[in-house]
């Protein structure tokens, strides 16, 4: 129905190691959920890796078992970067091309985000982007398709960094720093359809890194709709590690509202936190796990409680691949949401998210976003103050 693209970032942490390592559970079915002997009906073939973590890495691709058959994304590394994980030198630049042309079909070329650690040095950061993107654009040879990158934290930062970018011959734009912000999400956006990037034929991809909330994929699919409309060649895109990363706190997703814009959530006991409890989960005599998704039936003879009191890998992985099928489910609800009928659409989600999805196909639909933008830009303010997605749960772990 879109050719909207979720891409699950999970290559690094302990669900990237045992990727590579093919992990199984106990009846051989493999954790890789993107092989051709994953389960069919479950099976995801597209998946964001990360050179940030991997560089040093030879063949990754193969070690992970990705072939012909995946769709595999590319990050450059500049989140690790900005987050002080690895300190800039340019000794990474040429291993990290090198790594991104052996391992992805598309991949984000090199940008240093001016922010976290690199807060309040946006023009160094620009500086020595701009330094990356000739050298990815001179060394490019066809076999990955780079995305030029924009980063900013409003519509003028934005229009600033996409000015001095937009000439390098890339096939699609990443765009930065647009998780956690509506406004700079839409500031983002508005700069690339300002400057007609999605009527381009030579651009492929609008991939907005790491978002992952219920108002995000809604925004993003509303994206990728309103491009159909107009016979836009892009293929808009994004990633999240939000299922992986949750299980380090013990979160097990049960299900989400799409009205209220919200994951919902519990917490897993272990040992050290919860002793007098923990016996009860070793002996209990039914060990299935609560059922939120029809991937659970697949799970339920191969892992149980006792697995989450000895927390070990068999548990582990199962919640990663179940909280990944909740978003899953998440996304598939959401698509059928936007591409059907409007009367449905606006009763099904919150009024000021209605709104932000029909600003954005304006936009898409005007030959001036920019006044579109300005048009809406208080509601993406106030949007952007106010925390609008919450998780509940228990904190048990």
């Known amino acids: 129905m879109t050719k909207f693209i979720y891409l699950p970032s999970f290559s690094a942490g302990e669900m990237g190691s045992n990727f590579v390592k ?8 493999t954790i890789r959920f993107y092989a051709n002997e994953f389960p069919k009906e479950y099976q995801h073939k597209s998946l964001l890796i990360t050179a940030g973590a991997h560089m040093s890495v030879r063949d990754y691709k193969n070690k992970m078992g990705l072939t012909d058959d995946n769709f595999v994304m590319g990050d450059s590394g500049g989140y690790q970067f900005a987050s002080g994980a690895l300190k800039w030198d340019l000794k990474y630049r040429d291993k990290i091309f090198n ?8 991949a984000m070329n090199l940008d240093l985000p001016p922010r976290l650690t690199n807060q309040g040095k946006f023009q160094e950061c620009l500086d020595l982007s701009i330094d990356n993107f000739k050298y990815f654009a001179n060394k490019q040879d066809g076999s990955t398709k780079f995305l030029n990158v924009v980063q900013g934290d409003d519509e003028h930062t934005y229009m600033h960094w996409y000015d001095k970018v937009k000439d390098f011959p890339f096939q699609g734009w990443g765009i930065g720093g647009a998780g956690g912000s509506l406004y700079r999400f839409m500031s983002g956006i508005v700069v690339l359809l300002n400057g007609k990037e999605h009527l ?31 016979s836009s060649n892009i293929t808009v895109t994004t990633d999240s590690s939000s299922p992986d990363r949750a299980v380090v706190f013990g979160t097990y997703y049960t299900r989400f509202s799409i ?15 919860n002793p007098d409890i923990i016996e009860w989960f070793k002996t209990a005599e039914d060990q299935t796990w609560p059922k939120m998704t029809e991937f659970d039936d697949v799970l339920k003879d191969l892992v149980g409680w006792k697995d989450v009191a000895d927390w070990n890998t068999q548990c582990t992985m199962a919640m990663r691949l179940h909280n990944f099928y909740v978003f899953k489910d998440a996304i598939r609800n959401v698509t059928d949401l936007v591409y059907g009928h409007d009367y449905i659409l606006k009763q099904a989600i919150d009024k000021d998210v209605y709104k932000v999805l029909k600003s954005i196909d304006e936009m898409v639909k005007s030959d001036n976003p920019l006044m579109v933008f300005e048009k809406y830009k208080s509601l993406y303010t106030k949007m952007s103050n106010t925390k609008i997605e919450q998780s509940y749960t228990n904190n048990f772990f």
């Open 22 to 29: 093919n992990h199984r559970f106990r009846n051989h079915m």
């Open 99 to 106: 790594w991104l042309s052996e391992n992805t079909d598309v």
């Open 200 to 230: 381009d034929p030579t651009n492929e991809y609008f991939h907005i890194l790491g978002t992952s909330k219920i108002r995000d994929f809604l925004m993003l699919i509303q994206l990728q709709k309103s491009l159909e409309d107009i």
């Open 259 to 273: 009205k209220r814009n919200t994951f919902e959530s519990i917490n897993f006991p272990n040992e050290k936190h």
